[in-house]
């Protein structure tokens, strides 16, 4: 079954709420959703998001995500791209 989570907790070092969000989006996300999502995850953060791309399958769909992502504005992200397999958790 699909879902998206949301975890949410306290952390005790800065006095802050972290989260980890993970779920599915559609393969070809409308740019101005993708924007509009990121947009906002920046804003209530006060930081920069750090979006990581895995290559480690086939990579059709990368492209899509890359050139979706270079119209979001530098200041609220910085991609990465990540060959092999990778654990989510420890980005």
Known sequence: MRCTRLRVRLSKETGR???L????????????ALHQLLSLL???SGE??????FADDP???LEEWTDAL???PERHLRVQFRLGRGD????
């Open 59 to 61: 990579g059709w769909w």
């Open 88 to 91: 989510l958790h420890g980005e």
């Open 48 to 53: 920069r998001l750090h979006v990581v791309l």
């Open 70 to 72: 270079c119209e979001v």
């Open 17 to 19: 709420t972290r989260y």
């Open 21 to 32: 969000l993970t779920g599915t989006l559609p393969d070809q996300l409308p740019r101005a």
């Open 42 to 44: 920046s804003y209530w």
